[in-house]
């Protein structure tokens, strides 16, 4: 049984069926005490991530 994700904006879940546009979200940074870099994902609805992005900041979605 896989899971869907759930929105780090809304903490709702994401119905992946009905919401084609929602995006894993990757945050990416130095550790240095890891040595190198550390990456995390994180979900957002469509609907969240545009009303949390600056207009002027173009968002496409890869399906």
């Known amino acids: ?3 869907n994700p759930i929105c ?3 903490y ?13 979200v ?4 130095v550790d ?4 190198g870099n550390v990456t995390q ?3 957002s ?9 600056h207009p002027n900041i173009d968002l496409w979605w890869e399906f």
């Open 1 to 3: 049984m896989e899971l």
């Open 41 to 43: 994902r994180a979900y």
């Open 8 to 10: 780090c904006f809304c």
């Open 45 to 53: 609805h469509s609907g969240c991530l545009r009303e949390r992005v």
């Open 26 to 29: 990757k945050l990416g940074a």
């Open 12 to 24: 709702l879940i994401i119905d992946l069926d009905e919401d084609e546009g929602a995006t894993v």
């Open 32 to 35: 240095p005490a890891k040595g």
